[in-house]
């Protein structure tokens, strides 16, 4: 029987995780009496750097609860660092990832397992139905999706970090080092074989989202640079075809001047210096984007800073 863990990334949870709680245990509780799971797999809370009283939630449910184990980050390292810390720091056969906050549905959990049973090493959490979801959210990540599929980035379609691992499949993870995460278009690039599970995505029951517009386009901007060049060779090609269009206007005005003489006006002049800067410009900004990550990469910071574990015992 295979052990799991279920890792669940926590900040600001306070509202909501003692439900979280609740219903993981009796989900372990039910597929560990019906032999699905190991009797030793555990819930991992990851406490990402919470200023409310999740830690202390956290503690008090491990100290009494031999199946669930916390980790207390140094501080806040963000959604991403704190799915790996987890999935990095426990000893286990399979390992599932889910957000803390019940949007993604933890029943899927079994037919997740039914699938690694089944020998895929990858289990993919899809999402259905959007609904619970505002326009804009539904909208933006309908394009994104597109717009990373023409990037050439490989990632699932509507699938976020509700992902089923098994430990081989974990260890390849460990294998890639950049700083720059978005474990959704690592995982695929880590090979093995691959099945989805769909489910629908409820609203979130209570608190509100750690996911602030600025922190989403963060990391849908790490999704596209961290896992395509075109971006930069958009840059190149634009510097071509631009050359290439002003050797044509450059052609023109000297045969205008060689007709009639006449002088090329001063507004034509100033859209063009103007047209110009800007696509210089943004030239620039997409490889200072690319430059910055290669600062961040070349540091080789920690992705995370384990300050405490607890209920780690038996592992
Ligand atoms: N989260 C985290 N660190 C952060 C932000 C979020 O660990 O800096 C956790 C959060 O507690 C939740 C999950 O990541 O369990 C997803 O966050 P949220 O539900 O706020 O994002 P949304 O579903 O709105 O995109
Ligand atoms: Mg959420």
Redesign the pocket.
């Known amino acids: 029987m295979l052990k799991l863990a279920i890792v ?6 306070e509202e909501i995780l003692s439900q979280t709680i609740k219903r993981m245990k009796s989900l372990l509780t039910q597929m560990i009496k019906t032999k699905q799971v190991a009797s030793a797999s555990k819930i991992l809370l ?1 406490n ?1 750097g919470s200023c409310d009283k999740t830690a202390d939630i956290i503690r008090r449910t491990c100290a009494k609860d031999k199946h669930f184990c916390g980790l207390n980050l140094s501080r ?4 991403q660092s ?1 799915i790996l810390a987890g999935m990095n720091e426990i000893e286990a056969d399979v390992y599932v990832t889910i ?3 019940l ?1 993604d549905n933890p029943e899927s959990i079994m037919e997740m397992l039914g699938k690694i049973y089944e020998g895929y090493d990858v289990v993919y959490g899809v999402r259905t139905l959007r609904n619970t979801d505002s326009w804009f959210k539904r909208t933006s990540a309908t394009l994104y999706y597109k717009l990373l599929k023409i990037l050439g980035v490989n990632i699932v379609y509507n699938h ?1 970090d509700f992902r089923m691992m098994t430990k081989r499949a974990v260890d390849a993870l460990k294998q890639f080092p950049e700083r720059n995460l978005f474990l959704r278009a690592i995982v695929p690039l880590a090979g093995f074989k691959s099945a989805k599970v769909y489910y629908d995505r409820s609203a ?1 029951s209570a608190g ?4 602030p517009l600025v ?2 386009m963060a990391l849908a901007w790490n999704g596209i640079s961290n896992f395509s060049i075109i971006p930069l060779r958009f840059v190149t090609f634009m510097g071509f075809a631009i050359c290439f269009i002003s050797l044509f206007f450059l052609g023109f005005i000297i045969y205008r001047w060689s007709v009639s003489g006449t002088i090329v006006g001063w507004a034509s002049l100033v859209t063009i210096i103007t047209i110009f800067s800007g696509v210089q410009l943004l030239s620039l900004g997409i490889i200072g984007e690319y430059l910055a990550k290669v600062f961040v990469e070349v540091k080789k910071r920690p992705l995370y800073i384990v300050e405490s574990k607890i209920g780690f015992g038996d592992n």
């Open positions: 669940l990334p926590c900040y600001n949870e990851v990402d806040n390292f963000g959604h704190a957000d803390a906050d949007q976020a979130r509100e989202t750690k996911y922190k989403m």
